[in-house]
């Protein structure tokens, strides 16, 4: 391992050890097709843009090109010479920073929707807050407390729909909303939908609403679950940030005041209050 002129240390991928944790990777699908052409390109031009490391204990980890070092060892498995690889050192050892990274490079394969939002929980998981989030990454404030809930409250079918093309973005949120977090009733409003549009069909948003007007129903919540969803229709009606507490206050009230309610009701009381 040595330095260039323009700074970069040069790995001999055959030869140098570099450690690779996937669980940091937000990246989960490297679609098949572009990692081919990847892998083309690699072996005809080499690597263009250099890979992202950090050193720890004289170790090399991986901390950014994920999909450009899977090539590269597909590459040297089918005996292919990849001779050697440019990288940047990062001096970051928070494990947020690698994930902001990927939100924040404009190198490499853009990430899905479902990786967005996958990635978008991590950080959450990690204390940050949507508006935190929203300042480091650009993306808008409502958008990533619709993705951050989709991440955690859509089934692995419904993950998968979305990745596959099958339903949109915008669609898979109004499903987990209108699901309340119920599972069979995300696998409910997915088959009224596929059967409003007919078999192998793309689920449109307007469908996807008419099937979740039509599943409505009051429900029985936790008060945290109450107070979740709550903020959650809040921030997606652009009623109120969540650091306004006074209005929180008010929420606080309406909520525990009894155990089951209905979501558009309460709404249309709080916004009646301010």
């Known amino acids: 391992m040595k330095k260039n002129m323009n700074g970069f240390i040069v790995i001999d991928p055959t030869s140098d050890v570099v450690i690779v944790d996937h669980e940091k990777n937000v990246r989960q699908d490297y679609g098949q097709e572009e990692l081919a052409e990847l892998e083309a390109s690699i072996a005809e031009n080499g690597v263009r843009v250099p890979i992202k490391v950090r050193i720890v204990d004289e170790e090399i980890h991986l901390y950014h090109g994920y999909r450009r070092w899977t090539a590269i060892q ?4 089918r005996g292919i010479e990849v001779k050697a690889v440019n990288a940047e050192v990062v001096k970051s050892s928070l494990p947020e920073d690698e994930i902001f990274d990927h939100f924040i490079s404009n190198s490499g394969k853009p990430l899905t929707d479902v990786e967005k939002a996958e990635g978008l929980k991590k950080l959450r998981n990690l204390g940050y ?50 699901a309340k977090k119920d599972v069979d009733a995300q696998k409910e409003i997915i088959a009224q939908v596929k059967e409003a549009k007919g078999k192998g069909a793309k689920i449109t948003v307007a469908k996807v609403k008419e099937a979740v007007k039509s599943d409505s129903k009051t429900v029985t919540l936790s ?52």
Request: hydrophobic share 45%; aromatic share 8%.
């Open 74 to 77: 597909n590459l040297i498995a």
């Open 223 to 274: 008060p945290k679950e109450r107070f979740s969803a709550i903020l959650d229709k809040m921030a997606e009606e652009y009623l109120v940030e969540t650091e306004d507490y006074a209005i929180l206050d008010r929420v606080f009230y309406a909520l525990f005041r009894t155990e089951t309610f209905n979501v558009e009701e309460v709404i249309s009381q709080i916004k009646e209050r301010v």
């Open 129 to 178: 807050e949507a508006q935190e989030i929203s300042k480091k990454t650009g993306i808008n404030y409502q958008t990533i407390l619709a993705l951050i809930n989709f991440a955690e409250q859509a089934t692995k079918e419904l993950k998968n729909m979305v990745e596959a093309g099958e339903v949109n973005i915008t669609a898979g949120i109004e499903i987990v909303r209108g």
